[in-house]
């Protein structure tokens, strides 16, 4: 009788031990899934944030560029006005002055009886 009870016993055990094996393989394989899905979520989420960040470093290069492009181009062409007036003032001052003096040079030569 006591051996009867012992394997009544063995046995119950085995099947609880067969129980507890399947439940801890199904939880590992369970825990492996979530940290696979968990761990390409997050690959996913990082190459995402990284293109964005990439796209928004090039967009504002980009436009610092171009904003320097274009105040480099605004100050040449103020500076090539400026000097286009400046020489036009000096040309027109330098004709106005040899005129005057060529004419006041003329006169002079008449008064003192140059030939004309």
Known sequence: MLTHT???????????????VV???AVVVVVKVVVVVVVEVVAVVVVVVVVIVVVVVIVVVVVIVV???VVVVIVVVVIVVVV????DKKKNKNNNNNNCNSKKKYKK????GGAL
């Open 6 to 20: 012992y394997n009544k016993v063995d046995t119950n055990t085995e099947g609880v031990v067969v129980v507890v």
């Open 23 to 25: 439940v801890v393989v």
């Open 67 to 69: 904003v320097v492009i």
């Open 84 to 87: 286009v007036i400046n020489n």
């Open 109 to 112: 030569k008449r008064k003192n």
